[in-house]
């Protein structure tokens, strides 16, 4: 038999033991909630140099985090021409500019472009400048005959020649080739002691005047030096003219040369022959002419030397009856020579 006195005292501790205890405690403190945080800002949109952004949290808490931004950039080089383009709005398009792209990253990711240009040399608008490029007797592969027109006789004559001219901003180079369109040899255009000239420049024609030249480099027939002599004359000149016509589908340029004397005794000029260029252009920079060019030439000491060389060696044994002396302006001259070459192309 179990006690009575043990028994209640295990009674009562039971009784209390489930009093003081329960599945559910409500003296537990509940967990707390998680933190969510909102977007960084400023976001990385346009910013060009390091900047800071932050954000807050749903219960009030503020992060902040550094962001550094690099940049990079690639530049070229170029002129309004290529493109005709007037980046500046000075009226042409015939300016260096450089343009800049410069990319800026960011650490945290992301990326943009800016873009911008510089006008590096501000060029007026002239023969020189909207004409840049090589302009060639050559039309594909197939040379432009050049046109001999003798002034004292109108004789005229059809001569295997090649010619080129290199227009650059503010000058030109002249080159020649002998039956091989793959080495031109460039010629000094360096004026010879006592000689001056005069340039006039528009934007479709350019005229170049030398006078004071050696005749022995020049005049072909004794007929002419004794002509020359007559009239007391121991200089000539070299008259140009450039002209570009557009047509439907190129743009040519016709050049002549003529080689003249005068005095104030004469009401015109004398003018023995004259050159008659037709030229396409071939290349719009020099780079791309560069290979046609004869590595190991020497320069020429008169301009054209060589096309007038081959003048002398083409005419030396064909006779010429000078009957009359023909003055005529040069100018005047030039004019119907390229109305001429026009209607050729």
Same mark, same amino acid.
């Given at each position: 038999?179990?006690?009575?006195?043990?028994?209640?005292?295990?009674?009562?501790?039971?009784?209390?033991?489930?009093?003081?205890?329960?599945?559910? *405690?409500?003296?537990?403190?509940?967990?707390?909630?998680?933190?969510?945080?909102?977007?960084?800002?400023?976001?990385?949109? *346009?910013?060009?140099?390091?900047?800071?952004?932050?954000?807050? !949290?749903?219960?009030?808490?503020?992060?902040t985090?550094?962001?550094t931004?690099?940049?990079?950039?690639?530049?070229?080089?170029? =002129?309004?021409?290529?493109?005709?383009?007037?980046?500046?709005?000075?009226?042409?398009?015939?300016?260096?500019?450089?343009?800049?792209?410069?990319?800026?990253?960011?650490?945290?990711?992301?990326?943009?472009?800016?873009?911008?240009?510089?006008?590096?040399?501000?060029? %007026?608008?002239?023969?020189?400048?909207?004409?840049?490029?090589?302009?060639?007797t050559? =039309?594909?592969?197939?040379?432009i005959?050049?046109?001999?027109?003798?002034?004292?006789?109108?004789?005229?004559?059809?001569?295997?020649?090649?010619?080129?001219?290199?227009?650059?901003? %503010?000058?030109?180079?002249?080159?020649?080739?002998? !039956?091989?369109?793959?080495?031109?040899?460039?010629?000094?255009?360096?004026?010879?002691? !006592?000689?001056?000239g005069?340039?006039?420049?528009?934007?479709?024609?350019?005229?170049?005047?030398?006078?004071?030249? *050696?005749?022995?480099?020049?005049?072909?027939?004794?007929?002419?030096?004794?002509?020359?002599?007559?009239?007391?004359?121991?200089?000539?000149?070299?008259?140009?003219?450039?002209?570009i016509?557009?047509?439907?589908?190129?743009?040519?340029?016709?050049?002549?040369?003529?080689?003249?004397?005068?005095?104030?005794?004469?009401?015109?000029?004398?003018?023995?022959?004259?050159?008659?260029?037709?030229?396409?252009?071939?290349?719009?920079?020099?780079?791309?002419?560069?290979?046609?060019?004869?590595?190991?030439?020497?320069?020429?000491?008169?301009?054209k030397?060589?096309?007038?060389?081959?003048?002398?060696?083409?005419?030396?044994?064909?006779?010429?009856?000078?009957?009359?002396?023909?003055?005529?302006?040069?100018?005047?001259?030039?004019?119907?020579?390229? =109305?001429?070459?026009e209607?050729?192309?």
């Amino acid at each position: 038999m179990i006690p009575t006195k043990n028994f209640l005292l295990s009674a009562i501790t039971l009784s209390l033991f489930y009093m003081c205890s329960s599945p559910d *405690d409500e003296s537990s403190s509940p967990a707390p909630a998680i933190e969510t945080f909102g977007a960084w800002g400023p976001a990385f949109a *346009d910013q060009t140099s390091n900047f800071q952004q932050t954000r807050t !949290g749903s219960n009030g808490t503020v992060q902040t985090r550094d962001v550094t931004v690099t940049e990079s950039s690639v530049s070229l080089d170029a =002129n309004e021409r290529q493109d005709g383009i007037d980046l500046n709005n000075d009226g042409d398009s015939v300016d260096y500019y450089t343009i800049t792209e410069t990319t800026y990253s960011a650490s945290i990711g992301g990326s943009f472009s800016e873009t911008s240009f510089v006008i590096t040399k501000d060029q %007026e608008s002239n023969f020189f400048t909207v004409n840049f490029g090589i302009w060639s007797t050559i =039309n594909g592969s197939t040379p432009i005959p050049i046109i001999y027109r003798d002034q004292m006789t109108g004789q005229e004559e059809v001569i295997e020649a090649l010619m080129a001219y290199e227009i650059l901003d %503010e000058d030109f180079n002249t080159y020649t080739a002998t !039956g091989d369109v793959t080495c031109f040899t460039k010629e000094d255009s360096a004026l010879p002691d !006592g000689a001056s000239g005069e340039i006039i420049l528009a934007e479709d024609y350019a005229i170049f005047d030398v006078y004071g030249l *050696d005749p022995n480099d020049y005049l072909i027939y004794q007929e002419d030096f004794d002509l020359l002599s007559s009239y007391g004359i121991s200089k000539v000149g070299m008259y140009y003219s450039m002209e570009i016509i557009d047509f439907q589908d190129v743009s040519a340029l016709f050049s002549g040369v003529s080689i003249y004397a005068t005095s104030p005794s004469l009401s015109e000029d004398l003018v023995f022959y004259t050159l008659g260029y037709s030229m396409l252009l071939n290349y719009v920079d020099s780079e791309g002419f560069a290979e046609f060019v004869c590595q190991n030439s020497s320069k020429s000491k008169q301009p054209k030397e060589s096309i007038f060389r081959e003048l002398k060696e083409i005419f030396k044994d064909k006779g010429r009856n000078l009957k009359s002396i023909q003055l005529k302006s040069k100018e005047s001259i030039h004019r119907d020579l390229i =109305n001429t070459l026009e209607n050729k192309i």
